[in-house]
């Protein structure tokens, strides 16, 4: 059994949502919790997706950049920087770092 850092809060209503979500095995995990740098613990049902962190090009970029920064991604099978958006709470756009292999967050803030 996995234990997880969330396990001892002093939140009991979050920390019976984290229990039960983080003692699953990772292939059985339907949602998990994100941290709001705002609003702290809530379901990922709380926000919404925005894509992985994709570098702007320079000023004038070519045909080319242009075309890879519209529509390419990394899509990595590991550690990821992502823009998630906290629709059912402050508004806010904030960025995370999460294993897209097991959906651990490994932190959230505000971007600079
Ligand atoms: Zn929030």
Redesign the pocket.
């Given at each position: 059994m996995i234990l997880y850092r969330y396990q001892y809060s002093d939140e009991p209503v979050l920390d019976a949502i984290k229990r039960q979500e983080y003692l699953q095995p990772p292939g059985d995990r339907v949602s998990y919790v994100l941290t709001?740098p705002?609003?702290g613990p809530r379901e990922v049902t709380d926000f919404s997706f925005g894509g992985e962190v994709n570098p702007r090009p320079h000023e004038t970029p070519s045909p080319r950049e242009l075309g890879a920064y519209n529509y390419f991604r990394d899509n990595v099978a590991g550690v990821q920087r992502e823009w998630w958006f906290?629709r059912s709470?402050?508004g806010?756009w904030f960025l995370a770092e999460r294993d897209t292999r097991t959906n651990e967050v490994l932190l959230t803030e505000l971007p600079s």
């Open positions: 709001c705002n609003c906290h709470g402050c806010e």
